[in-house]
């Protein structure tokens, strides 16, 4: 396996991989916001304020007055993870693109199941499209950015709802419950064991056969919106990430696949260890930059 010494670095740290444990989840939730919370090297940005979107927790990061809006969904295998954990990122990725993030606190499994997350990121997406002009962000030309399971969760809405979104960039989607992972597929970041579990939980038995669950088996996603999906090659979503990517293209979507050499599953939330989220983090912005523009000039 040839990693990006970055990548090795992130792994060495992870240590051995062990699968999720619904007996420390409440723990392991904890410490997750707490390290986050500590983080040191948090952006200031012009407003960061909690909102609830129609009853659904959301958090607002305007970097400046008028900025253009995207909603943010973070992963973390629909069970771990939240805004809290994702804020120092969040902040980054507003303060290095000019774009303001709605960050959704969207309801986890096992607590709550498919379709509870969905549900909230539909409701959230809705209520940006109403209300962003009260909190002086533009959602006119609406896109949505988001990680692992967050980008499944997008990739979700657009089979739902296509018009919920104007542009989707998905960060390693888990795109097909039945995809056969081999065991040794992934690494500590990410592996066959974990993704199982985590599917299991957040859409259990037949659930995971929805088109909103499976996107990649949805009937027809010739109405989804321009896509931008990046793969990390030794990540053990990458095979149904790359097939997603042709099923977009086959089904005459405006689509672009991306795949991060060397590297890992979540590689692009950690922008003070991994060269490859600095890089990408501003060609990101420089993507929906250019198609808000193409959009406006219409």
Do not use: K
Request: hydrophobic content about 45%; some cysteine; aromatic content about 8%.
């Amino acid at each position: 396996m040839t990693l990006h010494p970055q990548a090795r670095a992130l792994l060495d740290r992870l240590g051995p991989a062990e699968p999720p444990d619904l007996t420390t989840l409440a723990t392991d939730r904890a410490e997750a916001r707490a390290a986050a919370l500590a983080e040191p090297n948090r952006v200031p940005l012009e407003l960061v304020v909690d909102l609830e979107a129609d009853g659904v927790p959301v958090r607002l990061y305007r970097p400046r007055r008028g900025a253009p809006v995207a909603l943010y969904v973070h992963g973390g295998g629909w069970v771990f993870h939240d805004v809290e954990t994702h804020d120092p990122f969040c902040r980054y990725l507003a303060d290095a693109t000019g774009w303001a993030l709605l960050s959704v606190d969207y309801r986890r499994a096992p607590e709550h199941p498919y379709p509870a997350p969905l549900d909230d990121v539909q409701t959230a997406a809705r209520w940006l499209r109403s209300h962003a002009a009260e909190h002086d962000v533009d959602a006119t030309w609406l896109p949505g950015i988001g990680d692992s399971s967050g980008a499944n969760l997008l990739a979700g809405l657009t089979v739902r709802e296509p018009a919920a979104l104007d542009f989707q960039v998905l960060m390693y989607p888990p795109t097909d419950r039945r995809w056969r992972l081999e065991p040794d597929a992934g690494t500590a970041a990410l592996g066959a064991t974990d993704m199982d579990w985590f599917w299991e939980h957040y859409a259990p038995g037949a659930l995971g056969d929805s088109p909103d669950v499976s996107v990649l088996r949805a009937p027809d996603l010739s109405a989804t919106p321009p896509t931008l999906v990046v793969t990390a090659e030794h990540d053990a979503l990458a095979a149904q990430g790359r097939t997603y990517v042709a099923a977009l293209a086959e089904a005459g979507v405006e689509v672009v696949g991306f795949e991060t050499m060397g590297q890992v599953h979540s590689f692009w939330r950690q922008p003070l260890t991994m060269d490859a989220s600095r890089a990408l983090v501003p060609m990101v912005g420089a993507l929906l930059d250019s198609h808000r523009a193409r959009h406006r000039a219409r």
